[in-house]
């Protein structure tokens, strides 16, 4: 017979600091490798390795090779999920310098959870989706109306193939920067890659946080509603 789950055992693979930094870096998917991920930590290489290292053998990370170097991600989106519900019960950290503040608002207006988007943005576009029937919250998954598909494929979504990945289809996210849902799931991935296409979006050249182009606010605002944070 099995006991409960052995919650305490990953908790405490993320309960340091620099562990906890180093999964919240890979939070959006992306393939880093040990020196930068050692950088972003604040450790020296040796330690990251170790640290690295009890992130894989706890099943939190996957590690490639490339040659002589060793590149991480993180091992599934329910680890994605679980760090960005962490995040939303955790209180808030004071940026130590002007840059981190910087980072913090940029992560707060946009950014990739995993491989949807999340923060003001992601929050905002979803609960102007739901408002205008083009969604339909159903308990844990959001159901895609007609006038929804319609509205989602001028964004450059492709609403069918996202209904046939093997993975859950649509499903409400809780954003730890808004403490309200955004879309998650396949649907998610899909819109985030349209808004990408469509250059709304710009990926960064580091970071998970997301810029929105100045065609990116102008769409959002004509066609959703969805302005910038005051």
């Known amino acids: 017979m099995l006991a409960d789950a052995p919650i305490a055992s990953v908790a405490a693979l993320v309960a340091d600091r620099a562990r906890a930094d ?9 393939l ?19 640290h690295l290292s009890r992130l894989v053998e706890g099943g939190l990370l996957q590690v490639e090779r ?14 994605a999920r679980a760090l960005e519900a962490l995040a939303a019960l955790a209180p808030p950290r004071p940026a130590g310098s002007f840059r981190e503040a910087q980072h913090g608002r940029a992560l707060r207006v946009a950014r ?19 408002a205008r029937g083009a969604l339909r919250a159903r308990r844990t998954a959001y159901v895609v109306t007609p006038e929804g598909e319609r509205t989602l494929r001028r ?17 409400p996210c809780l954003d730890w920067s808004e403490r309200r849902h955004h879309l998650a799931g396949a649907l998610g991935a899909a819109l985030l890659d349209g808004l990408l296409a ?21 769409g959002l605002r004509s066609a959703f509603g969805v302005r910038p944070a005051a």
């Open 155 to 171: 964004l450059g979504v492709e609403v069918d193939a996202a209904r046939g990945a093997r993975r859950a289809f649509a499903r």
């Open 32 to 50: 880093l490798p040990a020196c930068e991920l050692a950088t972003l930590a604040g450790v020296k290489a040796p330690t990251a390795s170790a």
């Open 22 to 30: 180093m999964l919240l870096a890979l939070a959006d998917g992306r």
């Open 198 to 218: 469509k250059g709304w979006l710009r990926r960064r050249r580091s970071g998970r946080a997301l810029e929105v182009t100045s065609d990116g606010w102008r």
């Open 112 to 130: 990739s959870c995993f491989d949807h988007l999340a923060g003001h943005v992601g929050v905002a576009l979803t609960a102007a989706l739901l």
């Open 66 to 79: 490339e040659g002589r170097h060793a590149l991480y991600r993180l091992a599934s989106a329910p680890v």
